[in-house]
């Protein structure tokens, strides 16, 4: 198949299912992996503050931060100047599991662009943000 929508979607598909495998013990699914990775690096956002980082639908984004604090992984508070926001922060349980997480991903990856020389993964990297650029940018 020459369709670069399939292939990508494919190639989503696939990086889905072996990161669900790998992070499935530790108790998260990939759903919640982008919104855990922008909290391990800034905790406290506020949700509309990781709709706009993640470029996730703000209805996905809410359905996972409930999941997410049902799991025990954040803790929502009320924002101290925004009486109509809520900031979002990480557990202990969610904290604990930030190194086996990476190392999780990596292996997907380090898996995933195995056939790659160094040079060969710099470029295809390049070529996704480039097609993600496109993709976003507005007519």
Known sequence: MKSAGYLANHMARLFAQG????????????????????????????????VARLDIEQATMANTLTRMERDGLIRRTKHPSDARAQQIWLTAKARGIRDQAYEAANTVNSRALGGFSEKERAQFLDFMGRVIDSMQAKD
């Open 19 to 50: 990161l669900h495998e790998r992070i499935a013990p530790l108790g998260i699914v990939p759903g919640q992996f982008p919104a855990l990775l922008a909290l391990w690096e800034r905790d406290g956002v506020t949700q509309k503050e990781l």
